[in-house]
C-alpha cells in the first residue's frame, strides 16, 4: 500500500506565500513523478505542476514564475513553494504519486489535498 498526505494549506493574503508538501510513504520501489493539481468550487480538477524522478519540472503558464517545484528523493517527499498569490489561486491542492511499488507495479495514488484560500 502506498499513502500520499499534502500538507502546508492554508489562509493567506494575495501576494503572500506557502510551502505545500507531498509525502509518499509506504511500499515504495522509486517515486517516478509527482504532480499538483487544484480544483477551485465549481471548477475542473486542473494540472498545476509535475516533477520526474531526475528533477524535470512542467508548470502551468498561469503558475509559471510563481510556483517552483522541489523534491527530497531520500523521504519521497515533493514541496511547492507558491509565491505572489493570488485570490484565484484559491483551491483544494492535490497531490499525485506515480511509483514503482516494490513488486515493480505502476501505481498513481491521490492524497486528500490541502485548502489553499487567498483572501484580503
Known amino acids: 500500500q502506498v499513502q500520499v498526505v499534502e500538507s502546508g494549506g492554508g489562509l493567506v493574503q494575495p501576494g503572500g506565500s506557502l510551502r505545500l508538501s507531498c509525502a509518499a510513504s509506504g511500499s515504495i520501489f522509486v517515486l517516478i513523478a509527482v504532480s499538483w493539481y487544484r480544483q477551485a468550487p465549481g471548477k475542473q480538477r486542473e494540472l498545476v ?56 507495479r505502476d501505481k ?13
Do not use: M
Not at 528523493?73 to 511547492?80: I, P, R, S
Not at 498513481?108 to 484580503?120: D, F
Open 49 to 104: 505542476a509535475s516533477i520526474t524522478s531526475d528533477g524535470i519540472t512542467n508548470y502551468a503558464d498561469s503558475v509559471k514564475g510563481r510556483f517552483t517545484l522541489s523534491r527530497d528523493n531520500a523521504k519521497n517527499t515533493v514541496y511547492l513553494q507558491v509565491n505572489s498569490l493570488k485570490p484565484e489561486d484559491t483551491a483544494v491542492y492535490y497531490c499525485n504519486a506515480r511509483i514503482l511499488d516494490a513488486y515493480h
Open 108 to 120: 498513481n495514488t491521490w492524497g486528500q489535498g490541502t485548502q489553499v484560500t487567498v483572501s484580503s
